[in-house]
T-cell receptor, first 115, second 115 residues
Framework: AQKVTQAQTEISVVEKEDVTLDCVYE???????LFWYKQPPSGELVFLIR??????QNEISGRYSWNFQKSTSSFNFTITASQVVDSAVYFC????????????FGEGTQLTVNP | GAVVSQHPSRVICKSGTSVKIECRSLDFQATTMFWYRQFPKQSLMLMAT?????????EQGVEKDKFLINHASLTLSTLTVTSAHPEDSSFYICSATPGAPDTQYFGPGTRLTVL
């Protein structure tokens, strides 16, 4: 069965520090998609990235970067030079080809960036 | 693009009343919409999946007679919590997907408090 593990429940950093949020997944499908969402205190989930299983290239978007490694079933998310506005809960999610549109979410990581 | 609205953002009602929550995709047609429930400091729990013009598919343990879902058009889905009780108090979030590869875009959520 599919599973997403975000082992870090809470992370606290000081502004300008780099921080990496870990995500490990389990799936038997060869075709799948991985996602990261941000949930700020307001509650709305904001889509950050989608990556399919055939594309292992790392991606960078501004201060955000993602490291996808199929060999370790991980899809880690790094924020460089963190800012207070990055404080939020971050969810990693998995969509399998065989599960239709269903997402399997991790438990989330609460990131707090202190000034 | 890919904006999903949800209304109301917050509702307080008396026990025994019914509450309707609307979810709209504003700039795309949603082939599928999803309803989630989220308890404090927890991940999202999928309640049901709905496709336009067909009956919703409920997750195990979700009472379909209590949580009525109507997906009347490609841009609107509604969740009605019937005969609400205090234990139904929660944060309800909808999402919509425009189709393959099925990225879900989330609404801002509705905080329901049943007195």
């Amino acid at each position: 069965a599919q599973k997403v593990t975000q082992a870090q429940t809470e992370i606290s950093v000081v502004e300008k520090e780099d921080v990496t949020l870990d995500c490990v997944y389990e799936t038997r499908d060869t075709t799948y998609y991985l996602f990261w969402y941000k949930q700020p205190p307001s509650g709305e989930l904001v889509f950050l990235i989608r990556r399919n299983s055939f594309d292992e290239q790392n991606e960078i978007s501004g201060r955000y970067s993602w490291n996808f490694q199929k060999s370790t079933s991980s899809f880690n998310f790094t924020i460089t030079a963190s800012q207070v506005v990055d404080s939020a809960v971050y969810f990693c999610a998995l969509k399998e080809e065989t599960s239709g549109s269903r997402l399997t979410f991790g438990e989330g990581t609460q990131l707090t960036v202190n000034p | 693009g890919a904006v999903v609205s949800q209304h109301p953002s917050r509702v307080i009602c008396k026990s025994g009343t019914s509450v309707k929550i609307e979810c709209r995709s504003l700039d795309f047609q949603a082939t599928t919409m999803f309803w989630y429930r989220q308890f404090p400091k927890q991940s999202l729990m999928l309640m049901a999946t709905s496709n336009e013009g067909s009956k919703a598919t409920y997750e195990q343990g979700v009472e379909k007679d209590k949580f009525l879902i109507n997906h009347a058009s490609l841009t609107l889905s509604t969740l009605t919590v019937t005969s609400a009780h205090p234990e139904d108090s929660s944060f309800y979030i909808c999402s919509a997907t425009p189709g393959a590869p099925d990225t879900q875009y989330f609404g801002p959520g509705t905080r329901l408090t049943v007195l």
